[in-house]
C-alpha cells in the first residue's frame, strides 16, 4: 500500500506553541514587506542582482553547467509564478530546465534509488529509502493534489504546508538527480505565491548552505518512518520558518541602509563588521551593501585598520577583518 499524503489532518499536529511564535513574526514581516517594496523599486535591483548570483552559486555543481540554468528557473518562477500551477507536469517541466541536456531530465527516476551519508569511520551508509520507482509517478500525483487542495482550503497557513511539501518531495525523491535543487525552487515559487518575495532580494539558497548541517539534520529527523507516515514534521517545519525570518530580517537590515536614516557609506561598512561576530571579508561587505563599490569599501578598511578598530589577516583571496576588542 502507497503511503497517503494528509495535508487536511496532518499540519493540525503542527500548531505548538514554537511554530505558532515563529508564523506570527512572518505575518508580521509580510505586513513590512508591501512598504520597504513600495519606498523605490530601483534602488533594489543590485541587491535583487546580488541575492539572483549568490544563489545560482550556491546551488552550482563543479563539472556540471547548471548555474545559468538554475538562474533561467529562477528567473521563470520570479515573472511567472503565478502562472506556474504546483502539478507533477510543472515540477517535471522545472527539472527539465534545470537539467538540460543531461540524462533523464525531466523525467521520473527508473530505478530505486537511496539517501546515503558518510559515517564517522568515513564509510557511505544509507541514510533513507526513497519512493519506489515503480510507484513514484502515483506519489507526485497524490502529493500534489493532497497539496493543493489543502491550500484552496485555506484552511492552514501557508507557512505550515511549504515545508511539509518539501520533506513529502525530497522523500519521494522522484528524480535520478537534482531533487534538492529542485525543492529550493519550488519552496521559491510556493513562497512567491503565499507572498513572500524574501528570495527576490535576499539568497535563501545561501542561507540554507550557511546552516547546512542544520538543513540536513532537520530534514532527516522529520523523514524518519516517513515510509510508515508516522514522522514528524516539526524539525523541519521550525527550520525552515527560522531560515525564513533569518532571510526576512536580513531584508530588512538592508533595506535600511537603503531608505533609513542617512548614512555614510564608510558608516555603513563600519557597521558590517560591528554586527558580524567572526572575521569579514570584502566580499560579505559588498554582498550586503551591494550598492557600494569595491573600492569604497577598500577605502573604509585601509582607515579602519589606521585608526586599530580592525585588524587584518590572511592575505589574497583570504584576507578578512575582524574587529580588535577594545579596552
Known amino acids: 500500500m502507497m503511503r497517503a499524503f494528509d495535508y487536511e489532518r496532518e ?70 509564478f503565478n502562472e506556474i500551477p504546483v502539478t507533477p507536469e510543472a515540477i517535471a517541466s522545472l527539472h527539465a530546465e534545470l537539467c538540460r541536456g543531461e540524462e533523464g531530465a525531466g523525467q521520473y527516476k527508473k530505478t530505486d534509488n537511496v539517501i546515503t551519508e558518510i559515517d564517522h569511520w568515513g564509510k557511505p551508509r544509507v541514510r533513507f529509502y526513497p519512493m519506489a520507482a515503480a510507484r513514484t509517478r502515483e506519489a507526485m500525483d497524490a502529493l500534489c493534489a493532497s497539496f493543493a487542495g489543502a491550500l484552496d482550503a485555506g484552511v492552514y497557513d501557508p507557512l505550515m504546508l511549504i515545508p511539509v511539501f518539501v520533506v513529502d518531495f525530497l522523500s519521494i525523491h522522484p528524480f535520478k538527480d537534482g531533487n534538492g535543487k529542485v525543492s529550493r525552487l519550488l519552496q521559491t515559487l510556493l513562497l512567491y505565491q503565499a507572498g513572500y518575495y524574501v528570495n527576490a532580494y535576499v539568497s535563501m539558497e545561501k542561507l540554507i548552505g550557511n ?97 586599530g578598530y580592525i585588524e587584518k589577516t590572511g592575505g589574497g583571496p583570504k584576507t578578512a577583518y575582524i574587529r580588535r576588542r577594545q579596552t
Open 11 to 80: 499540519p493540525e499536529k503542527l500548531l505548538t506553541p514554537e511554530v505558532v511564535k515563529l508564523l506570527t513574526e512572518m505575518h508580521e514581516y509580510k505586513g513590512k514587506q508591501s512598504f520597504l517594496l513600495s519606498l523605490r523599486g530601483g534602488d533594489l535591483v543590485a541587491m535583487r542582482d546580488t541575492a539572483r548570483r549568490e544563489s545560482a552559486e550556491e546551488e552550482s555543481i563543479s563539472g556540471k553547467n547548471r548555474e545559468e540554468r538554475y538562474l533561467a528557473c529562477l528567473d521563470r518562477i520570479r515573472e511567472h
Open 211 to 307: 546552516s547546512r548541517d542544520r538543513y540536513f539534520q532537520a530534514l532527516q529527523y522529520s523523514s524518519i518512518f516517513w515510509n510508515d507516515g508516522t514522522n514528524n514534521y516539526e524539525p523541519f517545519v521550525l527550520y525552515f520558518l527560522d531560515i525564513l525570518g533569518d532571510g526576512c530580517r536580513e531584508f530588512e537590515i538592508r533595506t535600511h541602509y537603503l531608505y533609513g536614516e542617512k548614512k555614510s557609506k564608510p558608516q555603513r561598512v563600519r557597521e558590517v563588521i560591528d554586527r558580524c561576530p567572526g572575521a569579514v571579508t570584502k566580499r560579505d561587505i559588498m554582498e550586503q551593501c551591494p550598492d557600494i563599490a569595491r573600492v569604497t569599501v577598500e577605502r573604509a578598511l585601509t582607515a579602519m585598520v589606521k585608526e
